[in-house]
């Protein structure tokens, strides 16, 4: 080996070396990824590609990359690890494949140019992110640049990779459209061309779409119906979506001017990447951008957006030739943004990765309870399903937002007044009711957030027949829906919907820990909402008890309670009021009411009373 080719492989090799530490550094599992674990497990264990058994229901848009698991997981390998570690190898080969496609438009002189590119994207944090994600991100992404170095020497087999590419996201089928307009009228192909590639595109993906079909009696990818949809407020999300990225790494629009500036003196392939870029992003603008945070959407077009950003770092060098101070300053300004690439958004991204492995935890947490106590015989209803469904293996798991439920993105029932959002646009209360089951989980503990959640809110059987009940994990309280019975009265809805927002503003109060102005809130709830609607009671008392006015408090919690005993939180508050006063047995009663209804919550305060009364029992008995 020459040392020139030493030098290459080294930078190459720690360049991917810088990467996969990053990865490691912000290694978690992204909570949607576990929908398709789900899959993956149910489809191993012989029940086919269902997330519930008996319902067949295509609840991903991921179908190559569950296949590809699935390969793996029957061979004995972890299905969290074994995505992590594809998902980074996908990564480190994309970052590969990018330093070749530099050596094309950049001369070997200048070889050590070649490596801006990679390094940019080896810098950016998001890219990492992605790739160890537990997602398909990254082998989307490694597909579809795939799919242009091999359309540079058997150009008809790039069809392969781009139907490859689509099994494995729809927005393949986007890089192939988008391909196919490149074909036409930027190389100036024959319609007849044209057509054999498209032709050859359809032949490729038609079984899938016939297996999906017969198998799921659809023609598109249930999230389709689910997520799907054109509106205003979505524009508006994906232009803020945009301007974000731009924000964090497209140095506010410069980048995207890059190829704009290069296009007249690119070659046709360069032209087509920035077609990929331009087009592309307008389809992120369009769809609203994305739910999940850290730029996922946009990995497919880093490569490229980077590779430009090479190729300009590459002409500015040699327009200056032999004048020393302006190359030096070019690789200067070129450093100086790798920099700022890695830490502009690095504590955003710090800061996400914390939040959805703190969700993932929570859920699993609340999974793994349930199992250990209750069996794994369940229907439960949540509104984020990835992590909670894959640690319940056995339950049957209801997605309150339709992504996996044919009949809630089917046959959505919209009240006026809780109007969809651009990223939760479907919600059934009634059916997921109707469905009876013996937990909902809601993303934020008890809060409603999410559209689907607070439609609950409205109807008399989650009022009167569900429960807040709770698991305790250190200081940490983790809060769901139980089920009491079999609810036998007729499940009407209240007609207005405003006390379900001043309720919803009131708990954010809470969270700001201004008592006294929840409190206020809470009576205008008090004013307008459903009599049954006991939870205010308990919300009032709270507040009541955190700003200092315990008599205020007792009364709204034993209010609470006499409307309903199953009020788990006013019992647990009581208790420990009683026990700050001195009144024990009265402690002890609540804490043993709780314990009827909430296992587990109050066992050690109920041991540490009982021991106490003995002990003064005792004495006094001397």
Not at 34 to 51: H, M, P, Q, W
Not at 267 to 282: C, E, K, M, S
Request: glycine share 6%; with cysteine; proline share 4%.
């Amino acid at each position: 080996m020459s040392q020139h080719n030493m030098k290459v492989n080294l930078i190459l090799l720690a360049l991917l070396a810088i990467f996969v530490v990053n990865a490691i550094l912000l290694d978690f599992t992204q909570d949607d990824a576990f929908i398709s674990f789900r899959y993956v497990k149910n489809f191993v264990n012989g029940e086919g590609l269902v997330f519930n058994p008996g319902e067949r229901v295509e609840g991903y848009t991921n179908f190559l990359w569950i296949l590809l698991l699935s390969i793996f997981v029957r061979l004995g390998f972890d299905v969290i690890v074994i995505s992590k570690f594809l998902g980074v190898i996908c990564g480190a080969s994309i970052i590969v494949l990018l330093y070749l496609f530099s050596c094309r438009y950049i001369d070997e002189k200048y070889w050590y140019l070649r490596f801006i590119a990679p390094a940019f994207l080896v810098s950016n944090s998001a890219f990492a992110y992605w790739s160890v994600s537990g997602l398909e991100t990254s082998f989307f992404a490694l597909m579809v640049l795939l799919s242009f170095w091999v359309y540079l020497y058997k150009k008809r087999l790039a069809i392969v990779f781009l139907v490859l590419s689509s099994l494995i996201r729809p927005e393949g089928i986007l890089i192939f459209l988008i391909f196919l307009i490149y074909k036409l009228f930027v190389e100036k192909d024959s319609l007849k061309e044209c057509g054999i590639y498209l032709a050859g595109f359809v032949l490729l993906l038609l079984p899938h779409f016939v297996f999906r079909y017969f198998y799921y009696q659809d023609l598109l990818p249930n999230p389709f119906y689910a997520k799907v949809g054109l509106s205003g407020e979505s524009l508006k999300n994906g232009i803020g979506y945009f301007w974000l990225f731009l924000k964090h790494y497209g140095f506010w629009g410069v980048l995207y001017l890059v190829p704009v500036y290069l296009y007249k003196r690119s070659d046709n392939q360069l032209r087509l990447f920035a077609l990929i870029i331009f087009v592309y992003t307008f389809y992120i603008i369009g769809v609203g951008g994305d739910v999940l945070k850290v730029h996922r959407f946009f990995i497919p077009v880093l490569p490229f957006i980077y590779l430009f950003a090479g190729k300009m770092v590459f002409d500015f060098f040699t327009e200056f030739r032999n004048r020393i101070a302006p190359r030096v300053v070019v690789i200067v300004v070129t450093f100086i943004a790798l920099g700022l690439t890695f830490y502009l958004p690095r504590n955003r991204v710090l800061e996400i990765r914390s939040l959805e492995q703190g969700l993932v935890d929570n859920m699993k947490f609340i999974a793994e309870n349930l199992q250990a106590h209750f069996g794994a015989d369940l229907t439960l209803a949540a509104s984020t399903i990835g992590s909670i469904s894959y640690y319940s293996p056995g339950s049957r798991v209801i997605d309150m937002l339709g992504l996996t439920d044919k009949e809630i993105s089917h046959n959505p029932a919209y009240i006026p007044g809780i109007p969809p959002s651009w990223k939760e646009r479907k919600y059934n209360a009634p059916y997921v009711l109707s469905r009876d089951p013996d937990f909902i989980i809601f993303s934020t503990g008890y809060k409603p957030s999410a559209p689907a959640e607070r439609a609950l809110l409205l109807y008399s059987k989650f009022r009167q027949n569900y429960y807040t009940f709770f698991w305790r994990k250190g200081g940490t309280s983790y809060a769901l829906f139980r089920k009491k019975s079999t609810y036998t009265g007729e499940n009407q809805i209240f007609p207005e919907t405003e006390f379900v927002d001043k309720y919803n503003e009131a708990l954010n109060l809470f969270s700001e820990k201004q008592w006294l102005m929840s409190v206020r809130k809470l009576k205008e709830v008090l004013e307008i909402c459903p009599q049954d609607f006991v939870w205010v009671y308990e919300e009032m008392g709270k507040a009541y008890y955190l700003s200092g006015n315990y008599s205020e408090a007792k009364k709204y919690l034993n209010q609470a309670i006499e409307k309903d005993p199953y009020c788990v939180s006013a019992h647990h508050l009581l208790a420990a009021m009683y026990a700050q006063e001195g009144r024990y047995h009265k402690a002890l009663e609540e804490y043993q009411a709780v314990e009827l209804i909430n296992p587990g919550l109050a066992e050690g305060q109920i041991s540490s009373l009982k021991k106490m009364l003995t002990e003064e029992s005792t004495k006094e008995s001397e």
